[in-house]
C-alpha cells in the first residue's frame, strides 16, 4: 500500500439514491483523491464520539480521476457500518476514507480479452464500475455480465445496465423469485447456467467473479470444471470465509 492510498482522507455526502429496499448509492466529494481503476475498492471508517472506531471495505461502482467516488451500500442486519451508510448518513455529513485499494480484481481499457462477468447480489458493485469504464472508453473486447439476485426488486443498477446492454450486456439469474413472465430458470446458478451463459474458455476470457464466498468460490470451481484456467478468472468476496 503507498503513502498515498495509506493516508485516511475526508469525503463529504454530495449526492445519494435508493437502489433497494435495502441498498444506497452514496457519492462523496473528496477534494485530493488521486483516482481509481475500476474494480478496486476503499476502507470506510466511522468514529463514535465516545472514540470506538469501526471500517469496513466497500467496493467503489465508479473509475475514474473525478474528485467524487461513489458507492454502494447493502445493509446488514447486524452491520456497526452499514445501517449508518444507508439509513442515518445525510448529504454534507463527513466519513473518512482510504484508498484506492486491490490491483489485482481491476480492468484497465487496453485490455482487449473477453471479458465476463458474475456478480451474487450486491457483489454487482464493481462490475457495474468495469461495465461503465469499458462504456467510457469504446472498448471493443466484447463484454457480458451475469448476475445473480433473489428477486427483481433486488436487482441493483437495474435501468444503468439496460443502458449499456449495446456493450455489455446483461443476463439477470433469480434464485427465489422471478418477474412475471419469466421463463428461465429460478434457483441457485447451475453448471448448466453458468455453461451456458459464460464465454466459453476456448475464447480464453477474463472472468470477474464478485459476491458472497461461498457464491464465488461454488462458481470459480465450476468455471475450472468447464475449461476455464485458474489464471484467468479473477474473485472478490465478502462474508464469512
Known amino acids: 500500500m503507498s503513502e498515498a492510498t495509506r493516508r485516511w482522507r475526508r469525503g463529504t455526502l454530495v449526492r445519494d439514491r435508493a437502489l433497494s429496499a435495502s441498498a444506497r448509492s452514496v457519492t462523496f466529494a473528496v477534494p485530493d483523491w488521486p483516482g481509481a481503476a475500476a474494480g478496486q475498492h476503499v476502507d470506510v471508517r466511522l468514529t463514535a464520539p465516545d472514540g470506538y472506531q469501526a471500517v469496513r471495505s466497500?467496493?467503489?461502482?465508479?473509475?475514474?480521476?473525478?474528485?467524487?467516488?461513489?458507492?454502494?451500500?447493502?445493509?446488514l442486519p447486524d452491520g456497526e457500518v452499514s445501517p449508518f451508510l444507508v439509513?442515518?448518513?445525510?448529504?454534507?455529513d463527513e466519513v473518512e476514507l482510504r484508498g484506492p485499494l486491490g490491483g489485482w480484481f481491476v480492468w484497465r481499457p487496453g485490455e482487449q480479452r473477453?471479458?465476463?462477468?458474475?456478480?451474487?447480489?450486491?457483489?454487482?458493485?464493481?462490475?457495474?464500475?468495469?461495465?461503465?469504464?469499458?462504456?467510457?472508453?469504446?472498448?471493443?473486447?466484447?463484454?457480458?455480465?451475469?448476475?445473480?439476485?433473489?428477486?427483481?426488486?433486488?436487482?441493483?443498477?437495474r435501468d444503468e445496465l439496460e443502458q449499456l446492454r449495446a456493450t455489455a450486456p446483461t443476463?439477470?439469474?433469480?434464485?427465489?423469485?422471478?418477474?412475471?413472465?419469466?421463463t428461465g430458470p429460478v434457483g441457485r446458478l447451475s453448471p448448466r447456467d453458468l455453461e451456458r451463459e459464460v464465454?466459453?474458455?476456448?475464447?480464453h476470457p477474463l472472468v470477474y467473479v464478485c459476491g458472497p464466498t461461498g457464491f464465488v468460490e461454488a462458481v470459480a470451481r465450476t468455471l475450472i470444471d468447464l475449461g476455464q484456467t485458474a489464471d484467468s478468472i479473477r474473485t472478490e468476496r465478502f462474508g464469512g470465509t
Open 87 to 92: 439509513d442515518e448518513l445525510e448529504p454534507g
Open 114 to 157: 473477453p471479458v465476463q462477468l458474475i456478480a451474487g447480489g450486491s457483489g454487482i458493485v464493481p462490475l457495474v464500475a468495469i461495465a461503465r469504464a469499458h462504456a467510457a472508453a469504446d472498448s471493443t473486447a466484447p463484454m457480458r455480465l451475469l448476475a445473480s439476485v433473489r428477486t427483481p426488486e433486488s436487482a441493483l443498477y
Open 199 to 203: 464465454i466459453a474458455g476456448s475464447q
Open 171 to 182: 443476463r439477470w439469474h433469480y434464485t427465489r423469485v422471478a418477474p412475471p413472465g419469466w
Open 58 to 75: 466497500y467496493s467503489l461502482a465508479r473509475a475514474g480521476t473525478d474528485r467524487e467516488i461513489e458507492l454502494a451500500v447493502e445493509r
